[in-house]
């Protein structure tokens, strides 16, 4: 089965400094990957998918972006943060074609 | 393109009360259709799911049935415990898309 890593578990920024959540993958290859955002008291917003290494697709215009380096990791970025960033970051992966998603614990983010 | 419109939260119920969450989504094709759940704190798991019409997904005591004719996933329990305080989140899956967008999740609380 797959188990995603996600760190840091909390991050505390001021606004206009820059992020990276990560994300890492194991038990499967060549996954589906996503990053989603749920705000408080919010439902998820999907933000960011990809399909394989250097392929990724964009859900909402914003400030943040992604990156995927190797097929199991999953970069989330912001160059500047702004306090509308804040929220509860959660990465999954898709098991190539199983139609199923598996979520990380999740990475809290406050912007002050 | 999918979307998905779930019942406004939160709910409060007593131990032991019945519990149905609606949901109602609209799809291309013929999606597959899920429940997830997030515990306080934590990522969402996979409670349950159903691939086509009139296919009913069942765990840990929860249903619900993959209704085509009203495009419905409603999610019901018998007798809920305080253990399944959490958010509630449907989801339909495209068969062919990368595409995982969730409902905005219904917040559910039982009280002993």
């Known amino acids: 089965s797959q188990t995603i890593h996600q760190w840091p578990a909390t991050l505390v920024q001021p606004v206009g400094s820059p992020l990276s959540l990560e994300c890492t993958v194991e038990?499967?290859?060549?996954?589906?990957l996503y990053w989603y955002r749920q705000a408080a008291g919010r439902g998820l917003q999907l933000l960011f998918y990809?399909?394989?290494?250097?392929?990724i697709s964009s859900e909402v215009p914003q400030n943040l972006s992604a990156s995927r380096p190797q097929d199991r990791q999953f970069i989330l970025s912001s160059k500047k943060l702004l306090l509308s960033d804040s929220g509860f970051y959660l990465c999954?992966?898709?098991?190539?074609?199983?139609?199923?998603?598996?979520f990380g614990a999740g990475s809290r983010l406050t912007v002050l | 393109g999918n979307s998905v419109t779930q019942m406004e939260g939160p709910v409060t119920l007593s131990e032991e009360a019945f519990l149905t969450i609606n949901c109602t989504y609209t799809?291309?094709?013929?999606?597959?259709l899920f429940w997830y759940v997030q515990y306080p704190g934590e990522g969402l798991q996979l409670l349950l799911k159903?691939?086509?019409?009139?296919d009913k997904g069942s765990n840990k005591g929860f249903e619900a049935t993959y209704r085509k004719e009203t495009t419905s996933f409603h999610l019901e329990k018998g007798s809920v415990q305080v253990s399944d305080s959490a958010v509630y989140f449907c989801?339909?899956?495209?068969?062919?898309?990368?595409?995982?967008?969730f409902g905005t999740g219904t917040s559910l609380t039982v009280i002993p």
């Open positions: 999954a992966s898709e098991r190539s074609g199983a139609n199923v998603l598996t």
């Open positions: 159903a691939t086509k019409a009139d």
């Open positions: 989801a339909p899956i495209p068969y062919t898309g990368n595409q995982f967008y």
């Open positions: 038990g499967t290859s060549n996954p589906n």
């Open positions: 799809a291309t094709g013929y999606p597959s």
């Open positions: 990809s399909v394989g290494i250097g392929q």
